[in-house]
């Protein structure tokens, strides 16, 4: 089992918003940003989301994070068929001294 | 722009040992951490080890601990992970990131990953 809890799926149409959870602990997510990485078919996971909110340069600002005590979402407005990948949460860990990811949410664009 | 290649992947028998690499490109290597993450097949990521821009400080998680090495050699631009003892459940694509730790702990640039299968 993974540190961070994530929904093992989620799915929207073109144009829908959908959000992707993460649930953590106070050891993490609740005293540490919050990253988020997506990863296309076949490829390398890429990062998303930083430091809480900030995207990296091309990333669009559909893609958006917000956070509340040990809990954290991502969200994706104006879905694209593009889209359609595997997200990840993740997140320093005080306790166990290193990165923790939560399990992955495969994000299916119907 | 960042480039990353992972290379040293393959097929290992239970016990045995390999040595991963990881060639950095279009960035000053001394100026980041570095880091392993892996992924069982059909399974997610997993952190494996971080090492500080001149190497000491390193970190691992509690499954690799006396088994795999991190190490980096800056003025050969290259970040390099030893494997022993290795088992069944080390199968998986291990990738080479970059990481910040700027704020937490993030990964900014992945490699494409080599894939390290133990079996007999």
């Known amino acids: 089992q993974s540190v961070l809890t994530q929904p093992p799926s989620a799915s929207g149409t073109p144009g829908q918003r959908v959000t992707i959870s993460c649930s953590g602990s106070?050891?993490?997510?609740?005293?540490?940003?919050v990253n988020w990485y997506q990863q296309l078919p076949g490829t390398a996971p890429k990062l998303l989301i930083y430091s809480n909110n900030q995207r990296p340069s091309g990333v669009p600002d559909r893609f958006s994070y917000s956070k509340s005590g040990t809990s954290a979402s991502l969200a994706i407005s104006g879905l694209q068929s593009e889209d359609e990948a595997d997200y990840y949460c993740a997140a320093w860990d005080d306790s166990l001294n290193g990165v923790v990811f939560g399990g992955g949410t495969k994000l299916t664009v119907l | 722009e960042v480039q990353l290649v992972e290379s040293g992947g393959g097929l290992v028998q239970p016990g045995g040992s390999l040595r991963l690499s990881c060639a950095a490109s279009?960035?000053?290597?001394?100026?980041?951490?570095m880091s392993w993450v892996r992924q069982a097949p059909g399974e997610g990521l997993e952190w494996v080890a971080n090492?500080?821009?001149?190497?000491?400080?390193?970190k691992y998680v509690d499954s690799v601990k006396g088994r795999f090495t991190i190490s980096r050699d800056n003025a050969k631009n290259s970040l390099y992970l030893q494997m022993n003892s290795l088992r069944a459940e080390d199968t998986a694509v291990y990738y080479c990131a970059r990481g910040s730790a700027v704020a937490g702990f993030h990964f900014d640039d992945w490699g494409q990953g080599t894939l390290v299968t133990v079996s007999s």
């Open positions: 279009g960035f000053t290597l001394s100026n980041y951490w």
């Open positions: 106070s050891s993490n997510i609740g005293s540490n940003p």
């Open positions: 090492i500080k821009q001149d190497g000491s400080e390193i």
